[in-house]
């Protein structure tokens, strides 16, 4: 059930870029932020939905990871993913996130198994500022 949540998600980010820049052969970057390495049931998972939904791994889409092996490394990571210029950030756990909405007030921000409690709408107020995701 997440998963399909996840990735009707990332498709709305996703599907007006694809509208937006009707360039032949776009292939699109998905930036993958964790703190340490996913299972690899969530990444297959993950593959097959966007695979379903037209987005091949190697074709039109490419997922850049950044892993980081503590917290204290995420910041870095993120950065490395914005610095890759990836057309959106799919942050997976509760860390991750914070970290990448500073990393970046440009690209949007997906993300998954977010467990901290939410007392405000995720739109931080700053136009065209987005975090969407499954808690």
Known sequence: MIMGWLL???????????????????????????NGPPPETFIEGLR?????L???????????????????????AAARLVSLKVDVL???????????????KMIPIVFA????ICTRPCRDGRRGRFLVGSF
Do not use: C
């Not at 009707?8 to 964790?34: D, M, S, T």
């Not at 799919?90 to 970046?104: E, Q």
């Open 8 to 34: 009707l998600l990332l498709l709305l980010l996703v599907a007006p870029l694809g509208a937006e820049a009707q360039q032949a052969g776009k292939v699109y970057r998905i930036g993958f932020l964790r």
């Open 48 to 52: 097959k939905g966007l695979r379903e």
């Open 90 to 104: 799919l942050a997976s756990g509760t860390p991750p996130v914070p970290v990448a909405k500073a990393a970046t």
């Open 54 to 76: 037209g987005y091949v791994e190697g074709q039109n889409i490419s997922i850049e990871y950044g892993l980081a092996r503590s917290a204290d490394e995420l910041p870095s």
């Open 113 to 116: 198994l977010f467990t901290r």
